[in-house]
């Protein structure tokens, strides 16, 4: 099993990029877990109290658990991911089942800090994009699909987002194998990386790949 991160900063566009890989390995065998899927569950905080909470700091997340996952898939075991409600900060009773795929790409913005769990990637990727661009992308995610007022967004941005990033995220960046600026739409970037998965499993699994 290939075991893929794919890091950056809050509205980097990792998560488009860790699409667009997938999808032009469309024939291979590949789940995508995102971290954020990991976050603690905090029902036994109020809604105001679970507002409050630091989300861009490594302890906000189960980590643990996300390697004892990736460890399983490893050892052709099946997994329940996680589901979280970002409406309600915290986690539904909902899972996500999960066989053991042929690749596993894991993104998030902190999967590089700690170490047990950047020992498991075969290849680490960092989306390396302008605070200004990682900021108006944040925006329009947040209140599009987390239904966020704009005065909250900016609030977080300046109380935790910004700093946890150049705390954490930013420095863990020189783990990375490769950088890829401007996004996750870099098409050169993206063909790289594509290739690059495409040779792996042709190599190991030679049946019926094709890259789109």
């Known amino acids: 099993m290939l075991i893929i991160?794919?890091?950056?900063?809050?509205?980097?566009?990792?998560?488009?990029?860790a699409e667009k890989v997938r999808d032009n390995l469309h024939d291979a065998d590949l789940g995508l877990i995102k971290h954020d899927s990991y976050y603690k569950p905090l029902d036994h905080l109020s809604f105001?109290?679970?507002?409050?909470?630091n989300f861009d700091h490594p302890d906000s997340l189960d980590t643990d658990r996300l390697i004892e996952d990736l460890s399983k898939l490893r050892a052709g075991k099946s997994i329940q991911?996680?589901?979280y409600d970002f409406n309600n900060h915290t986690r539904t009773k909902d899972v996500e089942h999960l066989d053991p795929p042929r690749v596993v790409i894991v993104e998030g913005i902190l999967i590089f800090v700690s170490v047990r769990l950047r020992d498991l990637f075969d290849m680490k990727i960092f989306?390396?994009?302008?605070?200004?661009d990682r900021l108006m992308r944040r925006i329009k995610r947040d209140m599009v699909e987390r239904g966020r007022k704009l005065e909250g967004i900016l609030d977080q941005y300046d109380d935790t987002v910004k700093p946890m990033?150049?705390?954490?995220?930013?420095?863990?960046?020189?783990?990375?194998?490769?950088?890829?600026?401007?996004?996750?739409?870099?098409?050169?970037?993206?063909?790289?990386v594509s290739r690059k998965l495409h040779m792996l499993l042709e190599r190991n699994y030679p049946e019926s790949l094709h890259m789109s």
């Open 5 to 17: 991160g794919i890091a950056g900063g809050s509205g980097s566009g990792k998560t488009t990029f």
């Open 48 to 53: 105001e109290e679970r507002k409050k909470t």
């Open 81 to 83: 991911v996680p589901v």
């Open 127 to 132: 989306i390396d994009t302008d605070a200004d």
């Open 165 to 192: 990033h150049l705390e954490f995220v930013e420095p863990s960046k020189r783990w990375a194998d490769l950088i890829i600026p401007h996004g996750g739409k870099n098409r050169v970037g993206l063909d790289l």
